[in-house]
C-alpha cells in the first residue's frame, strides 16, 4: 500500500534503506552495487558523510533566504569554487534546483540576450536527434527523444533538428572521425541558413549524449566545428551537461576534452552529488554583461533559487571532488572499465558497441553484430536486462530507441567516482551474465 504515485503505478519497488560507498542496500538486507549512480548523480556514493556534516551544519545556521532579497556566505562560497572549477569565460553562475530547471532557464536566457542585443526576432532553438534536454516544456521542446515527447507533441513549440554525432552508426567507412564531425558542423550550418541566421538564438546539444542512445561522446573536431558555425552566424552555443558535467568525463566540464569554452553550460547530476537537488546554468561574460547592461535583471528565477543548504552540499562535493584527486580517479577507473567491458564482451554476438567518456559508458546490444541491426522495439530487452541485473544485486540504467529512437537498446553505466578496480571487476562480472540471461529471456519469449 503506497500514497506515492511512483513512476510505474502497477508495480512494488523494493525499499531502498542505507547506503554504503558505492553499494544500495534495500531492507531485505540485499546489497547492490550502483553502477549508475541512481541516474548519473550520487558521484561520491551512499556514504559520503562529509556531505551530510556540511548539510547539517548550514541549515542550522541558516537554511534558506529568498534569493530576491539576500544573498548567503553558503551561496557566493558555492560559486566562486563552481566557477575556480570551469574553464575561464563562464565565470557566472546562475543556481536551480534540477536538470529540466535550469535548463529551461539556459533557453530564456538565450532569447532575452538576443532580446537585449535589439534582436528579438532570434527565437528559433536547434537541437540534435536523439537527445535529452529535460522534461520542463522547453527543454522537452529541444529534445529529440521520440519516446519523451510523444504525448505531449502538440503542446511543444517549434524547434529545429539536425543529426547527431553518433559514429558508431552514422560515420560511414570511407569517412575519417574528423571528415564525419566536419559534415555534422556542415548540416548545421545549412540549417542554419535555412532558417535565416538571423533568426536562430542558439544550438543546444548534450556533449556526451546521455541516456537517450547510451553514452555517446563526439568525435574529435566536431564541437569545435560547431562552435565555429555557432560564431559565425551570431548563435550560441548552450552545453548539456546535466549529467557528462562535474567530473563524470574526467575533467570537471566534458566540453574541456573537446576545446570548446560554449556560451552557457548546465550542470546539475553530479553538483549535490544526490545529497541536495541543486544545478547551475554557467554564463559566460559576454551574456552577462548584455543582461547587465540592457534590463539589468533576468527575467526568470524560482523561489528555491540560491538554496543555502544545498549550495553548502554543493561546495562540500567539489572539496571532496578536488581533496580526493577525484577526476585522476574517474579517468583511471574509465579506461579500467572500458578495458573490463571490452575484455568480457567485446566479442560478444549481441553487444554491437562499447564507447563513452570517464565513467559515463554506454554498451548497445544488436541483434546482429555485422548488420548493426538492433533488437526490435516489442522485445524491451532493456527493460528484461534491468531485472537480471537486479536480481544479480547489480544496479545499472538500461535505455531503449538508442538506433533509431525506437529500437535498439543500451546499458548506460556511471558509477560513482570513488570506486576502485575490485568494483569494477564486479560491475563486469554482474553485468555479463545479466545480459546473456535478458536475451535469452527474450529470445524464449518471441
Ligand atoms: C542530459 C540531460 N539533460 C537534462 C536532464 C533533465 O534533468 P532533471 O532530470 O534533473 O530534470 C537529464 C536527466 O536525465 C539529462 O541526462
Known sequence: MTHIMHRLLNTPYPVAVAGDGPYLIDAQGKRYIDSASGAGVSCLGHSAHKISEAIAHQSKKLAYVY?????????????????????????????GSGGSESMDGALKLALQYHNERGEPQRRRFISRRQSYHGCAIGGLA??????????????????????PCYE?????????PEAYGARLAQELN???????????????????????????????????????????????LILDEILSGCGRTGTYLSCEQDGVVPDIAVVAKGLGAGYQPISAILVSNGVVDTIARGRGFFFHG?????????????????????????????????????????????????VGDIRGRGLLIGVE?????????????????????????????????????????????????????????????????????????????VRKAA
Open 168 to 176: 558508431y552508426r552514422d560515420r560511414s567507412v570511407d569517412e575519417t
Open 302 to 350: 524560482h523561489t528555491y533559487n540560491g538554496h543555502a543548504t544545498a549550495a553548502a552540499a554543493a561546495t562540500a562535493v567539489i572539496d571532496t571532488v578536488r581533496s580526493e584527486n577525484l577526476l585522476e580517479n574517474v579517468q583511471a577507473m574509465g579506461v579500467r572499465l572500458r578495458e573490463a567491458l571490452r575484455d568480457r564482451l567485446g566479442q560478444h554476438p549481441h
Open 142 to 163: 529541444i529534445s529529440g527523444n521520440q519516446i519523451r515527447r510523444m504525448l505531449f507533441e502538440q503542446f511543444l513549440p517549434e524547434s529545429h533538428f539536425v543529426s
Open 190 to 236: 545549412a540549417q542554419i541558413e535555412e532558417l535565416g541566421p538571423d533568426t536562430v538564438a542558439a544550438f543546444v546539444a548534450e556533449t556526451v549524449v546521455g541516456a537517450t542512445a547510451g553514452c555517446v561522446p563526439p568525435v574529435p573536431g566536431y564541437f569545435k566545428a560547431i562552435a565555429e558555425v555557432c560564431r559565425k552566424h551570431g548563435v550560441l
Open 365 to 441: 546490444l544488436v541483434a546482429d553484430r555485422e548488420t548493426k541491426t538492433p533488437f526490435s522495439a516489442e522485445t524491451m530487452l532493456w527493460n528484461t536486462l534491468q531485472k537480471t541485473a537486479f536480481a544479480r544485486g547489480l544496479i545499472c540504467y538500461p535505455g531503449f530507441g538508442t538506433a533509431d529512437g525506437v529500437n535498439g537498446d543500451h546499458v548506460l553505466l556511471a558509477p560513482p567516482f570513488i570506486i576502485n578496480e575490485t568494483h569494477v571487476a564486479e560491475i563486469v562480472d554482474k553485468l555479463a551474465p545479466s545480459i546473456d540471461e535478458a536475451i535469452a529471456a
Open 67 to 95: 534569493n530576491a532579497y539576500f544573498t548567503t556566505e553558503a551561496l557566493e562560497t558555492f560559486a566562486d569554487k563552481l566557477v575556480a572549477m570551469t574553464p575561464p569565460g563562464l565565470d557566472w553562475v546562475f543556481p
